[in-house]
């Protein structure tokens, strides 16, 4: 299994049917997005939308990339964060996520941040091999 790394740069049929699909393994609640969601995804000059090809599945998993600068530097965040269930325990979420570090650090991210539930056991081990640190912060979230 060979994986690429490419970032969407058009929405096509096959990048929707992909979130059809992945969408489901990362949240039992969201709704896929629809063509129209991913277009303004991938229009937006603050996220970069990641795609784990195989050479012979096809698109295997995704990661969003998120820049942005504020006052004291550019930011970066990892969301959404998902490997399909036949591909998993083969590395490629780690491949995604090393192309994503590489990728803020190269437009000058000192940090980046990103949250995962304490049952995704095994996603966690993988961001703390990767260097991940849990902060001595509170998140927030507001719902209106």
Do not use: H
Request: glycine residues 6%; charged residues 25%; positive net charge.
């Amino acid at each position: 299994m060979a994986i690429v790394v490419e970032e969407a740069k058009a929405v096509t049929p096959e990048l929707v049917a992909a979130f059809r699909r992945l969408t489901p393994q990362l949240s039992s609640s969201a709704p896929a997005p629809g063509g129209a969601e991913l277009v303004e995804i991938v229009r937006s000059p603050a996220t970069l939308l990641l795609l784990a090809r195989d050479s012979e599945k096809g698109i295997v998993g995704s990661l969003t990339l998120v820049l942005f600068r504020i006052p004291t530097g550019v930011r970066a965040w990892i969301e959404d964060v998902v490997v399909d269930e036949e591909s998993r325990g083969r590395g490629v979420a780690e491949i995604l996520c090393r192309d994503a570090l590489n990728r803020a650090c190269a437009v000058g991210a000192r940090t980046v941040d990103l949250t995962s539930r304490p049952s995704r056991e095994q996603a966690n081990r993988l961001y703390m091999r990767l260097g991940f640190v849990p902060r001595d912060t509170n998140v927030y979230r507001w719902s209106g």
